[in-house]
Structure formats: structure tokens, C-alpha cells
């Protein structure tokens, strides 16, 4: 493991405290006060680390008089997945959009379960506040902005964005700042703007089908790096992995990865940038789920370390604020001006109201709070999938625990099949991700990716115990 914050220190402290039964079902936890006098850190570090533990179900807060031990977390979670993949080495030509399609177009009906979707519940997300917005923009639209406000985009928006970097400490001004039709558009555009057909892409294993299917539509090969579910890429072999293949591009998630839910530590993000940097490999960062992070504040990206402007950071509103408003960007640093290229030759521009709408709220309609709530709800949530996990599948099922975002990759003992897994789920209503989805080479067989992103009701609990003895007749 890298540093861990303070918080998770002291978390894992207080964990290996109940694991070691030292503290039993119904203690209570010290006071906050008392903690922070006792590790000398401040409230709000073990306010975090309480929120933390609470979030696995170790521990739950009790109206004003603390917190106390449950148990319930220690029984049920399922053991961390910690091994590092080891792909089949050279570049791949890509062959997996017809699969993709297949399994995700099954899975799309608002009646099935749906544990493989890759988008939280739509009912987390302010809709009415938005649409307010949204009829105000377009009530008092400046006719003049249907001209003004397209590619690069509007000019309100792109500031709010420009803003919310700076408050991270990254200088992207708005003039680099391309607004694009939601986050897979900026990486569509951004892979345009770095790459010719025929050409090899560094992407972690397991990766987003997506950024596959992007490759294989582009003509280009896939290298699939190693990559650790806590950790990321690993360097070395993409060190490696670059000598031997001469990339021209990598396609990565340092934050919260899809489908690993790994967070790269910073010290490991700054020596990835500075590697590449070395190499001149421009690095194409998809960051859509870094808002939604459950420690103390948002994880920097990979371009916070760019001193080079190498690294082009798309992201967008879709996951944290507006899903279905399509509103994402791209900061791509030096080559924002072929980014804007390539967006004025394919859809030209992004809706202007929409642009408008997100501005206005952005402004004042709330954000912090609205996210605030929302990563509380995902903590939760995600330490209830845990231990659903951890009760109903096999023995020998690992699973990750991410520190954001809303997916849990789940192993599954080696023989079990996840395609098989997912056709006999979704006979019975129920959606998952198989593993061979993430890989051009349709590895990770014995792997599912759950989505935790939707509230848990009896159904759910349904499911899980299906799905469970589905994994369990198939290990
Ligand atoms: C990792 C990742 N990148 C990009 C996207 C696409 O984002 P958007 O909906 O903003 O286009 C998704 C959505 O599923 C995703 O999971």
C-alpha cells in the first residue's frame, strides 16, 4: 500500500482493534474529542475516520451519543482483492464492441436489477433544481449566444470549470477548456487529437469497455498495462510495457478506475506523469468519478503534476451532478486547440442551453451540498453491497473497496464463469458486468463489476441471495 492519509490510519487502527477484539459488538467508540487528544489529530481526522468505518458497517452512529462497534461489517464483507492483473503482453487488434452491445443492451430495461448498469440511480441527483435552471436559461437566452457559446464552448461554463480547477490547486484557464457532449465525447476527441489509426494506446487491465471500443472505432491497439485494485497501473510494467511497444498514447483512470475502483496515491500519480513525460506520451485522463470520493477531500488527478501539458483531463457532470444532460469537457493542455478541431469537425458544438444551465447552477445552485450528501449516500450504500457480497457469494470471493465512486469488482473463485453468470442472472431479472467485458483478451472470466449506485431494498437482497447461488453452482 502507499501512504495512507491519517484518517484511514486511524481507521485501520480502530479496525484491527475490533478485528482483534479488543473492541466488541456494542462498545462504544471514544469521543471524537477524546480520540483526537489520544492520536493527537484533529476532529475533523476522526470524524473521517469514524465516517469511514461507518461506511464498511463496523461501526453506526447513534443520535448524539456516538459511535458504536456493530460487527455486522467484520462478519460479512468479503477479504480486499489485492492481486495485481498480469495481461497477455503485446498490442491487441480489438475486436469487442459487438459483445459490449450484446451484454449491456440485455441489461438496459428499467425492470431488470440493475447490479451491472454503469450509472447510479437517477433519483440521487437534484433533476428539479436543474430544470429551474435550465428553464431560466433558456428564458433569458441572449440570442446572440446560439453564435457565442459554441465550440469551444460557453464561456460562463468553461469559468466554473476553470474555477473548480483552481480550487485544486491546477492552473486550466478556459481557454483550454473544451465542452464537449458529455466525458466519453472529450476522450473520443482527445484519442483524435493524439493518435493515427494504427497506432498502440496504453490501457489499464481491467479497463472501461468503452475506452476499447474507442480504440477499436479509432483503428488502434490496445496494450494492457498490469494494474493493481487499490493502486493503479503498475509503473514498472508500463515502463516496460512502452519500451517494447512504442505507444503513442495512454488512455488511464488514476482516480477511482472503472472497473477496479483503484486510487493511485499522489506520490505514485507524479511519478506516472513524470515517466511520461520522459517518454513525451501524452496521457489521456479519464476522471468522471473523482467527485465522488469518500475520504477528506477530492483526489488530485494526474494532471495536478503535469508541468508539460501532456496530460489532457476530460471528465464531466454525467456521474456527480446531471446525468443526461451530456455536459462534459476536456482540459487538454497543449493540444486543446486540435481538441477544439476535432470537436468542430465532428458534432460541431454542445447544446448551448444545457451549457447554460449547469453554468447558472454551477454558480449558485448548490454543488457542494448536493455532492456532499451524494458521497455520504454512496459510503453507505457501498458497505451494504459489501456485506450482501460477503454473506451470499462463495467462499474464497474477494472484493475491492474503493474509496469513491459506485462499483465493486468482485472475484470469484478461479472456476466460476462470469458470462455464464450474467446470461442465468439476467434470465431471473438481474443484471451484472461480466469480467471479459474490461479485456480485449476477455480475461477476468471469474470476475463480476456490481454497481452499488442504487438504493438497497428487498429486492436488491433478492438479487444478491440469487445471485450469490448463481456464483456459488458456478465456482
Ligand atoms: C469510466 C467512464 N468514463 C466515461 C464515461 C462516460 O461519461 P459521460 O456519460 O459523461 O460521457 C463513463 C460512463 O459510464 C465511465 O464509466
Given amino acids: 500500500m502507499g501512504a495512507m492519509k491519517r484518517y484511514e490510519a486511524l481507521a485501520a487502527d480502530i479496525e484491527a482493534s475490533i478485528r482483534n477484539g479488543t473492541l466488541k459488538t456494542g462498545d462504544r467508540l471514544p469521543s471524537v474529542r477524546l480520540t483526537g487528544e489520544s492520536r493527537g489529530v484533529s476532529a475533523s481526522t476522526v470524524f473521517q475516520a469514524y465516517y469511514l468505518l461507518e461506511a464498511r458497517g463496523l461501526v453506526r452512529a447513534r443520535d448524539r451519543s456516538g459511535y458504536y462497534v456493530t460487527g455486522g461489517g467484520l462478519r460479512d464483507a468479503p477479504p480486499e482483492s489485492t492481486h495485481t492483473s498480469r495481461p497477455a503482453g503485446g498490442p491487441l487488434s480489438l475486436d469487442v464492441s459487438g459483445q459490449v452491445f450484446d451484454i449491456l443492451e440485455a441489461s438496459m430495461s428499467r425492470k431488470v436489477v440493475p447490479f451491472g448498469s454503469a450509472f447510479p440511480s437517477p433519483l440521487l441527483f437534484p433533476l428539479a433544481r436543474l430544470g429551474q435552471f435550465m428553464a431560466a436559461s433558456a428564458k433569458s437566452l441572449d440570442p446572440w449566444s446560439t453564435v457565442d457559446d459554441l465550440t469551444p464552448g460557453s464561456a460562463a461554463l468553461r469559468r466554473q470549470i476553470a474555477l473548480r480547477y483552481l480550487a485544486e490547486g491546477i492552473q486550466s484557464p478556459a481557454e483550454e477548456i473544451v465542452v464537449t457532449n458529455g466525458a466519453l465525447e472529450a476522450l473520443n476527441l482527445c484519442l483524435a487529437a493524439v493518435t493515427r489509426p494504427g497506432d498502440a494506446v496504453i490501457v489499464e487491465s481491467p479497463t472501461f469497455y468503452a475506452a476499447l471500443q474507442a480504440l477499436e472505432r479509432r483503428g488502434l491497439r490496445a496494450i494492457e498495462v498490469p494494474t493493481h485494485p487499490g493502486e493503479g497501473i503498475d509503473l514498472g510494467a508500463l515502463e516496460a510495457a512502452i519500451a517494447a511497444h512504442k505507444p503513442t498514447a495512454c488512455w488511464l483512470m488514476t482516480t477511482f478506475q472503472n472497473p477496479l475502483g483503484s486510487l493511485m496515491p499522489d506520490a505514485k500519480k507524479k511519478a506516472l506523469v513524470e515517466l511520461l513525460a520522459r517518454h513525451r506520451l501524452p496521457l489521456i485522463e479519464d476522471d468522471v468519478y473523482a467527485e465522488l470520493y469518500f475520504g477528506e477531500r477530492r483526489p488530485a488527478p494526474a494532471k495536478a503534476f503535469d508541468t508539460q501539458?501532456?496530460?489532457?483531463?476530460?471528465?464531466?457532470?454525467?456521474?456527480?451532478?446531471?446525468?443526461?444532460?451530456?455536459?462534459?469537457?476536456?482540459?487538454?493542455?497543449?493540444?486543446?486547440?486540435?481538441?477544439?478541431?476535432e470537436k468542430l469537425t465532428t458534432t460541431l458544438a454542445t447544446s448551448v442551453p444545457s451549457q447554460l444551465a449547469l453554468a447558472g447552477y454551477l454558480e449558485k445552485g448548490g454543488l457542494d451540498k448536493h455532492l456532499r450528501k451524494l458521497r455520504q449516500t454512496l459510503a453507505l450504500q457501498q458497505a451494504t453491497f459489501a456485506q450482501a457480497v460477503g454473506h451470499y457469494f462463495p467462499a474464497g470471493t474477494r472484493a475491492t473497496r474503493p474509496l469513491g465512486g459506485y462499483f465493486l469488482w468482485v472475484e470469484l473463485p478461479a472456476r466460476a464463469n462470469a458470462l455464464e453468470i450474467h446470461r442465468k442472472a439476467?434470465?431471473?431479472?438481474?443484471?451484472?458486468?461480466?469480467?471479459?467485458?474490461?479485456?480485449?483478451?476477455?480475461?477476468?472470466?471469474?470476475?463480476?463489476?456490481?454497481n452499488y449506485g442504487h438504493?438497497?431494498?428487498?429486492?436488491?437482497?433478492?438479487?444478491?441471495q440469487t445471485l450469490g447461488r448463481l456464483a456459488g453452482e458456478a465456482s
Fill in 455 to 464: 438504493p438497497w431494498d428487498s429486492l436488491s437482497e433478492q438479487a444478491m
Fill in 426 to 450: 439476467l434470465e431471473r431479472g438481474i443484471s451484472v458486468a461480466p469480467g471479459p467485458i474490461f479485456s480485449a483478451t476477455r480475461a477476468f472470466t471469474h470476475c463480476l463489476r456490481l
Fill in 309 to 341: 501539458g501532456l496530460v489532457l483531463h476530460c471528465s464531466s457532470f454525467s456521474k456527480c451532478l446531471a446525468p443526461g444532460y451530456r455536459i462534459g469537457w476536456a482540459s487538454a493542455g497543449r493540444f486543446a486547440h486540435q481538441v477544439a478541431r
